[in-house]
């Protein structure tokens, strides 16, 4: 069983950055991808930003050229810096771990864009 903790949610205004952390309970290599999701009110939950093992990345277009995903293999963590954060971005932000035969989410972290 993987778990995984968020952290580094809040509030900032727009224009503003923050830096998600997702700490995994085992080395992260060993996890096929990880990826950051997010759900805001009334919409369905929707993929940001996703790192295979290999290094490759994925991004959402409405993210590309803001957001970048990286890991620290080391700390066992993923993270998901996010810059020129818009009202837009408002939502509850999730890390998964996929295993290929599996799955696991973490509990997410609130990001709140506004002035």
């Known amino acids: 069983q993987v778990q995984l903790v968020e952290s580094g949610g809040g509030l900032v205004q727009p224009g503003g950055s923050l830096r998600l952390s997702c700490a995994a309970s085992v080395r992260i290599f060993t996890i096929y991808a990880i990826g950051w999701y997010r759900q805001a009110p009334g919409k369905q939950r929707e993929l940001v930003a996703t790192?295979?093992?290999?290094?490759?990345?994925y991004y959402a277009d409405s993210v590309k050229g803001r957001f970048t995903i990286s890991r620290d293999t080391a700390a066992n963590t993923v993270y998901l810096q996010m810059n020129s954060l818009k009202p837009e971005d408002t939502a509850i932000y999730y890390c998964?771990?996929?295993?290929?035969?599996?799955?696991?989410w973490g509990q997410g972290t609130q990001v709140t864009v506004s002035s």
């Open positions: 790192i295979i093992s290999t290094g490759s990345t």
């Open positions: 998964n771990a996929d295993l290929r035969a599996t799955n696991y």
